[in-house]
């Protein structure tokens, strides 16, 4: 137990079952938004797989999702916590549908080209991956929070290598992106777990449910990030 977790029960006087029991209520609510979002997405891909016209005009957006995936990842988090529940709903499934809108003409893409079995593997691996650092980040009594400077500055570094490619097109760079980006998100999970529990540890928790939906918000980011990075790497593998 951490000192902070000392201090938050000693002056709320809470028992150590409540206090556990509260936070896995707290993690439960986290972790059905999230996979709420990724059923929401498969559904999505699915769709583009079985309507052309709509694959098509997806398509057709290039970067437009992507600057609004970028967007909503900067503003949403102020919407959720400063705004109504409503608008904490509101701005987490709007994320989810632009993640929607990204990566479901991709996954459609891949099972057109008999990828099917691709598309498989990469849910598979990206769950037991995203189960493993998670599970890391909710039990280590290390403090990962230093670790949140380095991981911003490498997800920058690694967006502008995913724009300059963009133009590029080089196979072999997309490959290095994608391993590069698999290692960096397993990171970013465990440290996003650490700090979503940290949440429910500051009283964030039970002083403001919202904090369930922000827990979602970022480690679904990092889901289908992972997700699509794998199903790009078991392709290029393929090939």
Same mark, same amino acid.
Not at 1 to 27: C, H, I, K, P, W
Not at 93 to 116: E, K, N, S, T
Not at 206 to 212: D, F, L, P, T
């Given at each position: 137990?951490?000192?902070?977790?000392?201090?938050?029960?000693?002056?709320?006087?809470?028992?150590?079952?409540?206090?556990?029991?509260?936070?896995?209520?707290?993690?439960l609510?986290?972790?059905?938004?999230?996979?709420?979002?990724?059923?929401? =997405?498969? +559904?999505?891909? +699915?769709?583009?797989?079985?309507?052309?016209?709509?694959?098509?005009?997806?398509?057709g957006?290039?970067?437009?999702?992507?600057?609004?995936?970028?967007?909503?990842?900067?503003?949403?988090?102020?919407?959720?916590?400063?705004?109504?529940?409503?608008?904490a709903?509101?701005?987490y499934?709007?994320?989810?549908?632009?993640?929607?809108?990204?990566?479901?003409?991709?996954?459609?893409?891949?099972?057109?080209?008999?990828?099917?079995l691709?598309?498989?593997?990469?849910?598979?691996?990206?769950?037991?991956?995203?189960a493993?650092?998670?599970?890391?980040?909710?039990?280590?009594?290390?403090?990962?929070?230093?670790?949140?400077?380095?991981?911003?500055?490498?997800?920058?570094g690694?967006?502008?290598?995913?724009?300059?490619?963009?133009?590029?097109?080089?196979?072999?760079?997309?490959?290095?992106?994608?391993?590069?980006?698999?290692?960096?998100?397993?990171?970013?999970?465990?440290?996003? =777990?650490?700090?979503?529990r940290?949440?429910y540890?500051?009283?964030?928790?039970?002083?403001?449910?919202?904090?369930?939906i922000?827990?979602?918000?970022?480690?679904?980011?990092?889901?289908?990030?992972?997700?699509?990075?794998?199903?790009?790497?078991?392709?290029?593998?393929?090939?």
């Open positions: 137990m951490s000192e902070t977790e000392r201090l938050y029960r000693r002056n709320q006087g809470t028992t150590d079952v409540a206090f556990d029991e509260g936070l896995r209520r707290y993690m609510g986290v972790y059905n938004y999230m996979s709420m979002g990724v059923a929401v =997405t498969a +559904l999505v891909g +699915l769709f583009f797989m079985t309507n052309r016209a709509a694959f098509e005009f997806a398509s957006l290039s970067f437009i999702p992507f600057i609004g995936v970028l967007a909503l990842g900067f503003f949403a988090p102020k919407m959720i916590f400063n705004g109504s529940t409503a608008m709903h509101g701005a499934w709007a994320y989810v549908g632009l993640w929607g809108l990204l990566i479901g003409p991709v996954v459609a893409a891949y099972a057109g080209a008999g990828l099917g691709e598309i498989v593997k990469a849910f598979f691996i990206t769950v037991s991956i995203f493993a650092t998670s599970i890391y980040g909710y039990t280590t009594k290390k403090d990962l929070a230093p670790w949140g400077k380095f991981l911003f500055m490498a997800s920058i690694f967006l502008v290598a995913i724009v300059v490619n963009f133009f590029l097109q080089s196979e072999m760079f997309s490959y290095l992106i994608s391993m590069g980006v698999v290692l960096l998100v397993s990171a970013i999970t465990a440290y996003e =777990t650490q700090m979503v940290n949440l540890v500051a009283g964030a928790g039970e002083a403001n449910q919202r904090a369930s922000f827990g979602a918000f970022a480690l679904y980011g990092s889901f289908v990030t992972l997700f699509i990075h794998i199903l790009n790497l078991l392709g290029m593998t393929r090939d």
